[in-house]
């Protein structure tokens, strides 16, 4: 079955640092999304991406966060000047319309 | 606005015992609707889903789920649990248009004792 890979498993950073989390979204989906689970509570939505642009974007997406597909396969998540707030577990997923939502294992980052 | 509630948020049951956990939605049009599973260490798994047609779906792992529209409920249920059912569960929503976001409830962890 076809997955959505996410890389690296773990992330660890220090405070300030930027980070980048990738993805590999299923090869036929056309649509792209990022979400983030902070420890205990619930799944939160980022960011969609669609068409090579941002489609929606959360109120948590600010400038600290940028979105690219940078080579047709890869999606890839940007987080400048991290804080330890930024610390979550961040989840990538594809889907093509409003079928096969698929999500990714998921990158655990942890600002220290 | 969208929203989804998961008024339990945390369950304990039994081995054998039934399971019912429920979800409310808030959306002004028509939906999609989902539960997925997160079980310790992983990352989610759609466990069900419904798009259209019966309102009784089922899913993986001898769940089940009933949309009621009149109560905007789609609750989650399960006959008799199991150990390995010990996880944290979603209920989530998106609007019937292009592949819109998902709204994630706050979950409810179920804890199972052997």
């Known amino acids: 079955e076809p997955e959505v890979t996410q890389t690296p498993s773990h992330q660890v950073t220090q405070m300030g640092q930027e980070v980048i989390l990738r993805c590999v979204p299923i090869?036929?989906?056309?649509?792209f999304y990022w979400y983030r689970q902070i420890l205990g509570q619930k799944v939160e939505f980022l960011v969609s991406f669609y068409n090579n642009e941002i489609s929606e974007k959360s109120e948590i997406f600010d400038d600290q966060f940028s979105v690219e597909r940078p080579d047709g396969s890869n999606f890839t998540l940007k987080i400048r000047s991290t804080k330890l707030e930024d610390s979550a577990m961040y989840f990538c997923?594809?889907?093509?319309?409003?079928?096969?939502?698929?999500f990714g294992s998921g990158t655990r980052l942890t600002v220290v | 606005a969208q929203s989804v509630s998961q008024h339990n948020h945390h369950v304990i049951l039994s081995e054998a015992a039934s399971l019912e956990l429920g979800c409310n939605y808030s959306?002004?049009?028509?939906?999609?609707l989902f539960w997925y599973v997160q079980y310790p260490g992983q990352h989610l798994q759609l466990l069900l889903k419904y798009f259209s047609g019966d309102p009784l779906v089922k899913g993986i792992k001898g769940f089940e789920a009933e949309f009621i529209k009149s109560k905007f409920s789609f609750n989650l249920r399960k006959p008799s649990v199991q150990w390995s059912d010990t996880a944290e569960y979603f209920c989530?929503?998106?609007?019937?248009?292009?592949?819109?976001?998902?709204?994630f409830g706050s979950g409810t962890r179920l804890s199972i004792r052997p």
């Open positions: 989530a929503v998106n609007a019937k248009s292009s592949a819109s976001k998902i709204i």
């Open positions: 090869s036929n989906h056309l649509y």
């Open positions: 959306y002004g049009g028509t939906v999609n």
């Open positions: 997923a594809s889907s093509e319309r409003q079928y096969g939502y698929t």
